[in-house]
Every structure is written in C-alpha cells, then in structure tokens.
C-alpha cells in the first residue's frame, strides 16, 4: 500500500505542471473571441479572430525549439531539474498574457507582448510533454507503462474540465459585456496563483532510477547528433502525434468558438460540453493506455485512425444539419472515444520507438513538430476551412486527414517486429 501510495504521489508531482501547462492553453482558446476584441480590434470579426488565433497557434511555432533545447538540458542534467526549468518559463508567459494591457491603451505593443507570452508558452511546452511523459515511462512499474504514461495526458484533462467549469461560473456571475472587457482576464489570473503551488509540488520530485543509472550523459552535439541520425524516426512519430493533436484540440480549446459561431449555441452550453469532453478524455486515457500494456500499442493506433476516417466528416455533417446541445455532445463524445482509444497507446509508444540517449529530445521534437505544423493550428484551420469551403463540417475533413496520417505512420513504424525489438533493446541493462 505504501508502495501504491508513493507510486501516486510522484505521478501526481510531476504531471502538476503539465496541468497548468493545459489550463493556459485551455483558457486562451476558450476566450479567443474576447482576446480578439482586446488585443486585435478590427471591422472584421472574421480578421480579429484569425489574428487571435494566429496568436494561440504561433506559441506552437516556438514548440520545436523548445524541444531541443531544453530537451537536450533534460538528457544530460536530468528530468527534474528540466520540469522546474520548463514550469518557470510557463509561468512568466502566462503572468505576461494576464497583466497586459489592451490595444486601446498599449496599442500595437499590446498584441506583441500578448505575442510574446505566448512564445514563451510554447518553448517551455516543447518539452513539458515529453519530459513528463518520460519520467512516467521511466518510473513506471514492469507491465504497467502505458497506464503510467496516460497520466500526462489525463492530467490535461483534468486541466479543461477545470477551465470549463470556471467558464462555467463566469458565465453565471458576470454579463458577457463584462466576460468581454475584463472577466476573460479571471482565468489566466487563477493560474499565476497556481504557479508557486505547483512549483513547491514540482521541486519535491525526485530524479529518475533510470536516469540516475545511466554513465553517460549526452552533451548538446551528441544529441543533435544523435537526432539527426534518427530524424526518420522522429518524422513518423511526428506523423504519429498529429492525429492526437488534432483530435484534442478540436475537441477541446475550439469547442466553444465552433459552438457559438457555428452551431448559434450559448457560451454556456458549449462550455458546459467542454467539460463533459474533459471528463470523458479523463476516463478513457488511462483505460485506454491499460489496455495497450494487454493488447499492444498497434490494435488500438490502427483501430482508432480507421474508425476516425470512416466516421469524423459524416458525424459533422449531421451535426451541423442538426445542430443542438445534445447533438454537439454526442458527437464530441465521441471524438473523445477515438482520441482516448488513440493517445492512451500513442503517448506510450512513442516514449518506446525512441533512442533512450536522446529520449526525451527525441519525443519533444516529434511531437512538437506536429503540433508546430498541424495540431496548435487547429482552431484557426477549422475557422479558414469553415470560410473558404462554406462548409460548418469543414473541421471533419481536419479531422480525417489527421486520422489519415496517423494511419500511415502506425503501419510504418510497427511493420515486422521493428518496435517490439527497439523496445526490447532499450530494456536491456547494458543499454542504458
């Protein structure tokens, strides 16, 4: 019992900055209509919105740099001392976005440092994902890595279902006049105050066995180096990671843009559908990545991507045909079915099909880069797409094309017993 106890207590230790990581990103997405009127004032609302979501994407653009930078200081002085490193720099991002004054006082000074903030984000979230998933994979007991790693994602969950019920509440205390001049501001200011929390949490942690044991620490041009080498490797678990970004980002931080704007549904019921999706993405992660320790990662990658194809741009096209807050929340019920299904394996298996001396640069690099290239740009591709198509199911095809990808990259990546024997190396002592 007091091993179970322990176990519980460093996963939540570690995956407290991933949380808070999430609630901002959450926060910001959901208020992207009042940021926009903020900080990017235009005739157009279609061009204040995309500028504000141009914005919410550009973070991800910082991703990959983060990535390797800071992922590279984590394979060679370790994954606790990085975590504290990457908190810190969220932290001033988000202290940046919550106290900046808007266009009609700053002016074009507003917007940049709101720039500025997020970039910040997004350099500290390059490797905020992949550092926690590591250690997850690294104190994970044998037989129960996928549960263990699922964690991460699940702790993301728990991050939206807490930002939507706050927007929940806001709602119902403050006017949307009110929401729209300052309230929006709330959330981001609840998380400055989580911050010393989590970092009294963090710095609690301690390093990894693995890590500990290991001889030889990579400098920065080994790791380079060494990512070079296998950026085959990191362009498929790249291709892997898109479908999961995409999935999750559609379903959570542009459920409130696509409700409002799309479907003609209060703030409240898209938010209300929000949390539902957090709760439902909560469950089904680490069930999901349980299921992946007894069935393999594969079954579940091929499985999910197939069913996402065949299903996402028809469940959006009767939505929009039909659309109400029952229908909205069936559909993302589902979604939420297939990304679960699909990150509770995914996560897992890309902290495996990586080289344990890059492993952490290697993980944050692919999954940066898709998150750079397709994921963080969700919610403005299905805003264009929505636009140029005329089409409200638009963010269907997204979707499918994602799905698609994903597909591509499981059948190459775990071809033959290419995995299973990289899996099988990495556990070997002589390898570490």
Same mark, same amino acid.
């Given at each position: 019992?007091?091993? /179970?106890?322990?176990?519980?207590?460093?996963? $939540?230790?570690?995956?407290?900055?991933?949380?808070?990581?999430?609630?901002?990103?959450?926060?910001?997405?959901?208020?992207?209509?009042?940021?926009?009127?903020?900080? #990017?004032?235009?005739?157009?609302?279609?061009?204040?919105?995309?500028?504000?979501?141009?914005?919410?994407?550009?973070?991800?653009?910082?991703?990959?740099?983060?990535? &390797?930078?800071?992922?590279?200081? &984590?394979?060679?002085?370790?994954? !606790?001392?990085?975590?504290?490193?990457?908190?810190?720099?969220?932290?001033?991002?988000?202290?940046?976005?919550?106290?900046?004054?808007?266009?009609?006082?700053?002016?074009?000074?507003?917007?940049?440092?709101?720039?500025?903030?997020?970039?910040?984000?997004?350099?500290?979230?390059?490797?905020?994902?992949? *550092?926690?998933?590591?250690?997850?994979?690294?104190?994970?007991?044998?037989?129960?890595?996928?549960?263990?790693?699922?964690?991460?994602?699940?702790?993301?969950?728990?991050?939206?279902?807490?930002?939507?019920?706050?927007?929940?509440?806001?709602?119902?205390?403050? /006017?949307?006049?009110?929401?729209?001049?300052? *309230?929006?501001? &709330?959330?981001?200011?609840?998380?400055?105050?989580?911050?010393?929390?989590?970092?009294?949490?963090?710095?609690?942690?301690?390093?990894?066995?693995?890590?500990?044991?290991?001889?030889?620490?990579?400098?920065? !041009?080994?790791?380079?180096?060494?990512?070079?080498?296998?950026? +085959?490797?990191?362009?498929?678990?790249?291709?892997?990671?898109?479908?999961?970004?995409?999935?999750?980002?559609?379903?959570?931080?542009?459920?409130?843009?696509?409700?409002?704007?799309?479907?003609?549904?209060?703030?409240?019921?898209?938010?209300?559908?929000?949390?539902?999706?957090?709760?439902?993405?909560? #469950?089904?992660?680490?069930?999901?990545?349980?299921?992946?320790?007894?069935?393999? !990662?594969?079954?579940?990658?091929?499985?999910?991507?197939?069913?996402?194809?065949?299903? =996402?741009?028809?469940?959006?096209?009767?939505?929009?045909?039909?659309?109400?807050?029952?229908?909205?929340?069936?559909?993302?019920?589902?979604?939420?079915?297939?990304? *679960?299904?699909?990150?509770?394996?995914?996560?897992?298996?890309?902290?495996?099909?990586?080289?344990?001396?890059?492993?952490?640069? +290697? $993980?944050?690099?692919?999954? /940066?880069? =898709?998150?750079?290239?397709?994921?963080?740009?969700?919610?403005?591709?299905?805003?264009?797409?929505?636009?140029?198509?005329?089409?409200?199911?638009?963010? *269907?095809?997204?979707?499918?094309?994602?799905?698609?990808?994903?597909?591509?990259?499981?059948?190459?990546? #775990?071809?033959?017993?290419?995995?299973?024997?990289?899996?099988?190396?990495?556990?070997?002592?002589?390898? =570490?």
């Amino acid at each position: 019992m007091a091993s /179970s106890t322990g176990t519980g207590k460093a996963i $939540f230790r570690v995956v407290s900055g991933n949380f808070l990581e999430m609630f901002d990103f959450m926060v910001f997405g959901f208020y992207a209509t009042a940021i926009a009127k903020t900080f #990017f004032p235009s005739e157009s609302a279609f061009a204040s919105l995309m500028l504000a979501l141009a914005t919410f994407g550009a973070g991800f653009l910082m991703r990959p740099l983060g990535a &390797i930078f800071l992922g590279a200081y &984590i394979d060679r002085h370790g994954r !606790r001392k990085g975590l504290i490193i990457t908190l810190a720099l969220m932290a001033m991002g988000t202290v940046l976005i919550a106290c900046v004054p808007g266009y009609s006082t700053l002016g074009v000074a507003a917007p940049l440092l709101v720039l500025l903030g997020r970039l910040l984000q997004g350099f500290s979230a390059g490797v905020e994902l992949g *550092g926690v998933s590591v250690y997850l994979a690294e104190i994970a007991t044998p037989g129960r890595k996928g549960f263990f790693v699922s964690w991460q994602s699940a702790s993301q969950q728990a991050a939206v279902v807490f930002a939507g019920l706050l927007g929940v509440g806001l709602n119902h205390w403050l /006017s949307p006049a009110e929401m729209g001049e300052w *309230g929006w501001r &709330i959330p981001f200011l609840i998380g400055c105050m989580i911050v010393p929390v989590i970092f009294v949490i963090r710095k609690s942690m301690q390093e990894t066995p693995e890590f500990e044991a290991r001889k030889h620490h990579p400098t920065l !041009r080994e790791i380079v180096r060494s990512v070079g080498q296998n950026f +085959g490797l990191v362009l498929g678990g790249m291709a892997l990671v898109i479908m999961t970004t995409v999935s999750f980002y559609l379903i959570t931080a542009y459920t409130p843009t696509f409700g409002k704007a799309e479907l003609n549904l209060t703030d409240l019921q898209a938010l209300l559908v929000t949390v539902c999706i957090g709760l439902s993405n909560f #469950f089904w992660l680490p069930v999901m990545g349980s299921l992946s320790d007894k069935i393999g !990662r594969k079954p579940l990658l091929l499985g999910s991507t197939i069913l996402a194809i065949l299903t =996402a741009y028809p469940a959006l096209s009767w939505l929009v045909a039909n659309p109400s807050f029952s229908h909205l929340l069936m559909v993302e019920l589902w979604l939420s079915f297939l990304y *679960g299904s699909y990150n509770g394996a995914m996560v897992v298996a890309l902290t495996e099909i990586m080289p344990i001396e890059v492993r952490t640069t +290697g $993980f944050s690099l692919a999954y /940066s880069l =898709a998150t750079a290239t397709f994921g963080g740009f969700t919610p403005a591709a299905c805003t264009y797409l929505i636009h140029v198509l005329d089409n409200k199911a638009a963010p *269907g095809l997204w979707l499918t094309g994602a799905a698609v990808l994903g597909l591509i990259a499981t059948v190459v990546l #775990f071809r033959g017993n290419q995995h299973q024997l990289r899996t099988a190396q990495s556990a070997v002592p002589g390898n =570490a």
